[in-house]
């Protein structure tokens, strides 16, 4: 086993293509896959599934990945300090549904560094995905929520899946709508209020099971609903119409122009929002770095839970 196997390795994980790291690793495929077969065979594991679908990382792989990362981030450091130069870009990657306050903490941690080279990914998208981009060691971070009706399926696939769930705080369901919006002047909303309102949703694609519905209250019988992939379509469409959809309520302070109100939820209960990382794998400095600001973020006053913009 040599280090150049696991870079290799590394690499073929963060692309899920042999294809593609071969491309980035200036090698032929064929030398990156036998490369890869006898890493295997001396170690007696499987490192890939091969799949139709391409490369996909194995449990026993991603334990194995997550020494290797720590091992190649170790050779690093030392050739960091006594060379003076990276060898490789830094890479980080935050899978997370739709919150505002993670795209802010990803500011500030761009704001906050001085690299000369980085490779970050912030991805916004469907529950499922986050949880394989995690197992599959795609993200280092994922952020969701889980509450009483969801998580005994999601403990279940951290636990099947190896990964670690670590809460960031608790709240309870908000009704966001424009603050021309016939229910605006309300003090909190029930259930039967927005029945008869649009109900704007996030796509959840082939996994569209409630348990990974982003808007933490199953509501039944809706007459009519639009589902969206963004979060910029779905504030225009909360703003242009009289819809509604369910979050946090919990919206960074900076940018509030006033335009969109949460209001509570009458008679739900609490969900917790936090992040998942996988067991296998000691969070890397950069990591840690967006840890701390996500947790600087949430702390900090910035929130406001009457007016806000998505």
């Given at each position: 086993m040599t280090l150049q196997q696991l870079k290799y390795a590394i690499e073929i994980a963060n692309c899920s293509s042999m294809n593609e790291a071969a491309k980035r690793l200036f090698i032929s495929q064929p030398s990156l896959s036998n490369a890869i077969k006898e890493l295997e065979n001396e170690l007696s594991i499987s490192i890939f599934d091969r799949t139709n679908r391409g490369i996909e990382v194995s449990l026993e792989g991603a334990e194995?990945?997550?020494?290797?990362?720590?091992?190649?981030?170790q050779t690093e450091l030392i050739e960091n300090r006594y060379n003076g130069k990276s060898k490789r870009k830094i890479?980080?990657?935050?899978?997370?549904?739709?919150y505002p306050f993670v795209v802010e903490a990803f500011s500030k941690l761009i704001n906050g560094i001085n690299y000369n080279e980085y490779d970050f990914n912030l991805k916004e998208t469907k529950t499922y995905?986050?949880?394989?981009?995690?197992?599959?060691l795609r993200s280092d971070i994922g952020v969701l929520y889980i509450n009483k009706f969801n998580s005994k399926i999601l403990n279940k696939l951290f636990s099947y899946n190896n990964l670690k769930f670590t809460p960031l705080f608790n709240t309870t369901p908000h009704v966001f709508v424009s603050i021309k919006h016939p229910l605006a002047n309300k003090k909190s909303i029930k259930i039967d209020d927005i029945k008869n309102f649009t109900y704007i949703k996030f796509e959840q694609g082939e996994n569209s099971s409630v348990h990974f519905s982003e808007e933490m209250v199953n509501i039944v019988d809706v007459n009519k609903s639009i589902k969206v992939s963004d979060r910029a379509t779905l504030s225009n469409l909360l703003v242009s119409t009289d819809s509604y959809t369910i979050g946090t309520g919990i919206i960074i302070s900076e940018f509030n122009e006033k335009r969109i109100k949460a209001l509570p939820l009458e008679e739900t209960e609490i969900l917790t929002v936090g992040w998942i990382t996988h067991k296998d794998m000691n969070l890397s400095k950069i990591a840690l770095k967006y840890i701390n600001s996500l947790n600087d973020v949430i702390s900090?006053?910035?929130f406001n839970l009457d007016y806000c913009l998505l």
């Open positions: 194995f990945l997550g020494y290797a990362k720590q091992i190649v981030e890479r980080f990657s935050i899978s997370t549904q739709h995905e986050i949880i394989e981009d995690v197992k599959t900090k006053d910035y």
